[in-house]
């Protein structure tokens, strides 16, 4: 069964607040998009509507952390990390103070909703932003690590969630999770683009290649593991739910000083756009098959 990843963590913060009177959940006025009318419903007093004012909604939640309180602010990913960047930047990640955020619809995927809901650079505002812990979780189960190590600190947190439904996958969650058998050959992904790069992964099979799928489920700070696994890569690729500038290539190629062998993601010049999951893939090159085809061509390079 696939859930959609921030209805996960709306449910999985309802069950941590009934046992821990600091948890608070504050909603952009879309509760009913990613799940948290339950928590609504169930705890009001700890339940504030923001509105469209997302701004204010993170500097709110940045003074009742100075109070003690954990808040969780929930909206979509293009509204936190573009509408209210500055108010996270000064009031949450210069503070160190420990409020989190959960960005839905993250990524190139929003459906029908267009390039206005769309956040297909937002790892690169708030992965550089200093002292953000930042996770991109691919299943369920990935969801609810990544609160129980936010939940294990005070400091500032962004958990990215797409919008297209997750199934659960492969391997143990954690910052960094094979989703395959261990290759010399790697696929790095995360989030929503370990569903591509699993499917990609069938193709090169198919083709007699072996390609394994290296998940990063927790962009920054990296996993030191990254740095061991892609440095005795004999090749490595990236597919990614991002532009490249700022994203998991970029962060993987600092980290180990070398550029990956090919490179797949939303192109620089594309703002986003309407249509369904599969129709933006294709139209940007990111198709499972047009990929595999890339990466066998680089197979054996020298």
């Known amino acids: 069964m ?15 607040a009934r046992s821990d009177p600091r948890i608070w959940l504050l909603d952009g006025d879309l509760a009913d998009s990613y799940g948290a009318m339950a928590f609504a419903e169930t705890l009001p007093e700890r339940f504030i509507m923001g509105g469209i004012a997302e701004q204010n909604m993170v500097s709110m939640a940045a003074g009742m952390a100075a109070c003690g309180a954990r808040p969780w602010v929930f909206s979509f990913a293009a509204f936190l990390a573009y509408r209210a960047a500055d108010q996270i930047r000064v009031s949450v990640a210069q503070t160190g103070l420990g409020v989190t955020l959960v960005g839905s619809h993250a990524g190139g995927c929003g459906g029908r909703n267009g390039k206005t809901h769309q956040s297909i650079g937002d790892l690169a505002v708030l992965g550089a932003m200093a002292g953000m812990q930042v996770w991109t979780p691919c299943d369920p189960r990935d969801v609810c690590h990544a609160m129980e190590a936010v939940l294990g600190t005070a400091r500032p947190s962004y958990i990215r969630a797409p919008r297209d439904p997750c199934p659960e996958l492969p391997g143990a969650p954690g910052p960094l999770r094979w989703l395959t058998q261990p290759s010399d050959h790697i696929l790095l992904c995360n989030g929503l683009s370990a569903q591509w790069a699993l499917g990609t992964r069938d193709v090169t099979r198919s083709m007699g290649l072996q390609l394994g799928v290296l998940h990063l489920g927790r962009f920054a ?11 005795n890569a004999r090749r490595w690729f990236v597919i990614e739910d991002h532009v490249r500038l700022g994203g998991v290539a970029d962060q993987a190629a600092h980290l180990v000083g070398r550029q990956p062998d090919a490179w797949f993601g939303w192109p620089a010049d594309w703002s986003g756009g309407s249509g ?27």
Do not use: F, T, Y
Not at 2 to 16: D, G, S, Y
């Open 221 to 231: 700070p990296p996993p030191p593991a990254l740095h061991e696994e892609i440095a």
């Open 2 to 16: 696939k859930e959609r990843l921030a209805a996960v963590c709306a449910h999985e913060l309802l069950q941590r």
């Open 276 to 302: 369904s999951s599969a129709e933006l893939r294709e139209s940007c090159h990111l198709g499972d098959r047009e990929v595999a085809e890339v990466i066998a061509s680089r197979w054996g390079a020298a």
